[in-house]
């Protein structure tokens, strides 16, 4: 159980807690992470700062309250917590709360629309610069008329009419992203039809952008089919969970971390998450990008998607949302997951995914060895946590074998030096090779 008054204490704080069981049962607790997550919320449970989308009536009579995030690494181990009026662990309901995905679908529809036609084909109809602007005004270049970029409406809505070809219907269409949204997920996913016909009915300027992109012939279809087969993909229903396996996708190079399904070419989840980066929180993208450091795309259901090149995926949901249509609270995290963990893109510390190379049981010295390799830092620290956990050790001898390590990040020094205390205090004897010092 997390109290309120532990919720604010940063995660280094947080790590020196982990309670270790006797070394004849499992050894780490898989709370650690979730501890962490809910610490997080705890901090940002008591915001009531924002309000639902007030446009789109599904929308803006939805509940305000739940409160969840989640992690979810390159293989597939996904971590989340929620907030639900106490930080109990039976309260966790809300990382199951499904709703639309609305604006977090447009990174994937590229994706899709990327693999369909390629790069060059797209670069004919829609940008890829900032545009400084909210996600519904008319940003077209001056000199194409193209859209400026496809995290905003009208580049989503050029995007969205390039699936499955210029002739296909609004079902073929819709359907073949349905599909591709249930491959990222790993599961099958249904579509909110009363949210799609609720966000019909309060689609003026939507429908105006259209008009304006068929008049340009950037579109061909009728702006009314342009602007439903939009709709329905932004009403797709996802879970907070699902937002991280979708936004580990996008960071492994296009590889789903339940299914192993490569479900996108890397150089296709290489330019959505560079797109992600520059123009996925509308205009607030560059404060975003210069505090935060993580390409992220948002939604105005409350889901925001993050994802880390290399490490893992984020997300969180909670429906309140800021002047700039992102979640009030959905922020709040983002920014201290990124502090905590120094997953900031630009943080110049190790990165890698290596870091458990083996565990060996030695009878003759009575020895479990414990090798690591590559950099040690949030992701590196997280597998050897899980390591531990899953694993069965034999002896009360311990070796912690440094030798391959190539670094270490402030994170992931702590994760191992307050592992190796613990360790102590239940009656280890630890013996570390450090020939670089990485942990002195």
């Known amino acids: 159980m997390t109290t309120p008054q532990e919720g604010k204490r940063p995660m280094t704080d947080l790590l020196d807690r982990v309670q270790l069981n006797t070394p004849e049962r499992k050894l780490v607790k898989e709370g650690l992470i979730s501890d962490y997550l809910r610490s997080i919320m705890a901090d940002n449970a008591d915001n009531s700062e924002g309000q639902t989308a007030q446009y789109i009536a599904a929308l803006r009579d939805a509940d305000p309250e739940p409160f969840a995030t989640a992690l979810c690494t390159l293989d597939g181990r996904i971590y989340s917590s929620a907030y639900g009026g106490s930080f109990t662990d039976a309260n966790v309901a809300a990382d199951q709360v499904e709703f639309t995905i609305q604006s977090i679908s447009k990174p994937f529809v590229y994706a899709l629309a990327l693999e369909e036609h390629g790069i060059e084909e797209l670069m004919k109809v829609v940008g890829m610069e900032p545009s400084g602007e909210a996600f519904n005004e008319l940003s077209l270049e001056g000199d194409t008329n193209r859209p400026v970029n496809p995290m905003i409406n009208a580049g989503a809505i050029t995007v969205n009419q390039l699936i499955n070809g210029s002739e296909s219907s609004v079902e073929d269409r819709v359907a073949k992203i349905h599909d591709f949204m249930n491959e990222l997920a790993g599961r099958e996913l249904t579509l909110d039809k009363q949210t799609a016909s609720s ?29 439903n087969s939009y709709v329905q993909q932004c009403s ?36 959505v998450q560079s797109v ?51 979640s009030v609270r959905g922020v709040r995290v983002f920014q201290r997951l990124s502090k905590d ?21 030695v009878e003759s010295t009575g020895e479990s060895i414990v090798c690591l390799q590559g950099d ?11 390591t531990l956990m899953e694993h069965q050790l034999k002896h009360k001898k311990l070796v912690f074998d440094l030798t391959r390590v190539d670094g270490m990040n402030s994170v992931g020094r702590k994760m191992l030096t307050n592992g190796i205390e613990l360790l102590r205090e239940e009656g280890f004897s630890i013996r570390i090779e450090d020939p670089d010092g990485l942990l002195a």
């Open 236 to 271: 797709i229903k996802v879970n907070v969970r699902d937002l991280a396996v979708m936004g580990s996708t996008l960071a492994s190079g296009g590889v789903q971390p339940l299914t192993g399904k490569r479900v996108m070419k890397q150089s296709v989840a290489r330019q």
């Open 376 to 386: 040690i830092d949030f992701i590196g620290g997280e597998r050897l946590y899980r």
């Open 276 to 326: 992600m980066a520059s123009a996925g929180m509308y205009n607030a993208a560059g404060r975003w990008m210069a505090r935060v450091g993580i390409p992220a795309k948002s939604g105005v259901a409350g889901g925001v998607l993050g994802t880390l090149p290399g490490q893992l995926g984020l997300s969180s949901f909670s429906p309140k949302l800021d002047e700039q249509g992102n």
């Open 341 to 361: 963990m120094g997953l900031h893109l630009m943080a110049p510390e190790p990165r890698g995914r290596a870091s458990v190379r083996s565990l060996t049981e």
């Open 199 to 227: 966000e019909l009915e309060s689609s003026d300027r939507n429908l105006a952008l259209a008009h304006m992109l068929r008049s340009y012939h950037i579109i061909q279809d009728s702006a009314e089919d342009a602007v």
